[in-house]
């Protein structure tokens, strides 16, 4: 009796340039996501909370800048490689399409990270303050969602655009 054994071919081609795009257009994205948990989302957030998760006690807004930017860049690189994905590989190529999957990543995003990861994270680095798990309130989350949208946007259209010539 023989086997036959198969396996997909999942080679793609991402250039240098669509990585950048997703690295740049999570940098940008991060800006205005950031003043967003500065001057909306309920303080220290951005000062505290972020540099608590890698140890650093705050408030260090400096160090909660960068981190929250590092974040932006390594999303935006994740972003680049989810959308490799045979059903998301031509939508995100396209403006419209770039934008719904901005949409539907600013809402996983804040389910995955906001909502399971962070106080989780928080609590086994033993911060104080760690919201519960799972973080779901109103209106925290919806902000947050809010901030994760407007954060993927540049992301997915900066992306798309790598594609023109």
Do not use: C
């Amino acid at each position: 009796m023989a086997t036959e054994t198969r396996s997909a071919d999942v080679s793609v081609n991402v250039t240098s340039k669509q990585w950048v795009a997703g690295a740049v257009g999570g940098f940008i994205g991060s800006i205005p996501f950031g003043l967003l948990m500065m001057y909306v989302m309920p303080p220290p957030l951005l000062e505290v909370v972020i540099p608590a998760m890698y140890g650093i006690e705050g408030p260090a807004l400096l160090a909660g800048w960068a981190i929250h930017q590092f974040h932006g860049v390594v999303l935006g690189l994740t972003y680049v490689a989810l959308v490799q994905a045979e059903p998301l590989r031509e939508t995100a190529r396209s403006t419209g399409g770039a934008l719904g999957l901005a949409v539907a990543y600013g809402i996983v995003t804040t389910v995955a990270l906001a909502v399971v990861v962070m106080p989780l994270w928080l609590g086994a680095v033993g911060f104080p303050n760690a919201p519960p798990f799972p973080n779901v309130g109103i209106p925290a989350t919806i902000i947050s969602g809010i901030g994760h949208v407007i954060y993927a946007v540049p992301v997915a259209v900066l992306y798309a655009r790598s594609f023109a010539e």
